[in-house]
């Protein structure tokens, strides 16, 4: 009975390795192979003289093992020799020197023998499986999967993919209105692939620019031919984004295609992002006109670079400021990151206008202002009294991470002093 167990618990071993994933049959046979010998070697101390061979189709195996035949009197290792008496039981033709070969039962070898078998064939099925996992996946990484979200927890969410491969999206990585139940199918890219202790961690994103890129690709065959190509992409993900492309066949609007008839490329790449706003934009080499493309749909009157700081300072007209700026400053942030330009934004003073004063530093206001709050308005580049005054006081706020009622009494402070010779400023 025991040994009918021990056979059907081998088979067991067998039909279960035959179920694994993206393992070929050289593999399959190879690591079935180290196993058996793994094992005989713990037993008889070597596994030299052993043949093994595996049918991993039929579920089956061979053991052949290989003897020298000694006189009987000199048999010291049963394992390496057998004696001639017991060779010419086999085939009495049989004489010193020559080798016997005789097929070896596994089960003969007990069930200690079996279980250190199928412990073996278990580790090292584990670690081609992991290793199987990181060579599909680091061939993926920038490319977008579907997923079945299976479990949800509060920094992360595990899915599955077709083959039941555990992937993971962090809440990091995923759109800030983001809402998944369990068993919805979820779409993000591979955005890197961990193996840290030879345990591989496939990390999704939802939230990388090269998610967006790669929906654009798949919406729009222009791009995907390679007729259109995306050049940079700015992203806050479920807020805005802003995106430059170019062509480089003059008969292709490459800002039109994207965008497709009535909208119906863009769409659909919209809905996927949470009804993520997406601007796209013509890119040009010329960084002043690509400046200005960025900050729309404001129109700019003036725009002065300084290329070694990668600095911008553009002029508006009053109305137009808040436009540049953008909701919670979302479309100058946005054109910062598109551009890779720190941009700051200035009203253009009436030229009708009767002339001011003359301009006065900050530091002459030390005795209203305190320093620290001069200072960190000095920090972003601004260091008189009439560049505060001709700033939108949103960016103020966001550059310096002064409180609101700071700048305001700093404003309130400036314009004092200027009385109502200085243009008013934007709220």
């Known amino acids: 009975m025991a040994k009918k ?6 088979i067991d071993t067998f039909s279960e390795f035959k179920e694994l994933k993206n393992i070929d049959r050289t593999t399959m046979v190879s690591v079935l ?3 058996f010998r793994s094992v005989i070697a713990k037993m008889f101390g070597t596994d030299e003289n052993y043949d093994v061979i595996v049918n991993p189709d039929k579920g089956d195996f061979e053991i052949w093992r290989n003897r020298e035949v000694v006189a ?10 057998i004696s001639l008496s017991e060779a010419q039981k086999i085939d009495a033709s049989y004489e010193e020197g020559e080798e016997v070969t ?13 279980l250190n078998l199928r412990q073996t064939l278990a580790s090292k099925i584990l670690e081609l499986e992991k290793d199987s996992l990181y060579n599909k996946y680091i061939d993926k990484v920038g490319n977008i999967i579907n997923a079945e979200v299976y479990q949800i927890w509060k920094k992360e969410m595990l899915l599955l993919d077709d083959e039941g491969n555990e992937l993971l999206l962090p809440k990091t990585e995923q759109i800030p209105s983001d809402f998944y139940r369990k068993g919805e199918t979820a779409r993000a890219v591979v955005a890197r692939v961990e193996n840290k202790n030879n345990n591989p961690k496939i990390i999704l994103s939802r939230t990388s620019p090269m998610f967006l890129q790669r929906l654009f690709e798949m919406e729009v065959p222009e791009i995907n031919d390679g007729l259109i190509t995306i050049k940079r992409i700015a992203r806050i993900p479920g807020e805005r984004a802003k995106i430059a492309v170019e062509s480089y066949d003059d008969r292709i609007d490459p800002v039109g295609a994207c965008v497709g008839v009535k909208g119906s490329r863009i769409h659909g790449i919209v809905r996927e992002l949470r009804n993520e706003n997406i601007d796209v934009i013509n890119y040009t080499a010329n960084t002043s006109l690509f400046i200005q493309r960025a900050l729309s749909p404001a129109r700019i009157s003036s725009i002065r670079l300084n290329e070694e700081d990668k600095k911008a300072e553009v002029f508006l007209k009053p109305e137009e400021v808040s436009l540049a700026i953008g909701k919670g400053g979302l479309n100058i942030k946005l054109a910062s990151m598109l551009t ?11 030229e009708n206008a009767p002339e001011a004063d003359e301009d006065i530093y900050l530091d002459e206001f030390k005795d209203e202002i305190d320093g620290w709050v001069i200072d960190a308005i000095k920090a972003i580049g601004i260091d008189t009294a009439k560049s505060v005054l001709n700033a939108p006081r949103e960016m103020l706020i966001e550059k310096t991470d002064l409180e609101e009622e700071t700048v305001d009494e700093v404003i309130r402070v400036l314009k004092q002093e200027f009385e109502e010779e200085q243009p008013m400023q934007q709220e």
């Open 72 to 81: 009987d009197e000199d048999l010291t290792n049963p394992n390496m020799q």
């Open 33 to 35: 192979e180290e196993s």
């Open 102 to 114: 005789d097929e070896v039962i596994f089960a003969k070898f007990g069930r200690r023998a079996i």
């Open 340 to 350: 890779e330009y720190t941009i700051d934004v200035f009203r253009e003073l009436d």
């Open 5 to 10: 167990e021990e056979t059907i618990s081998l």
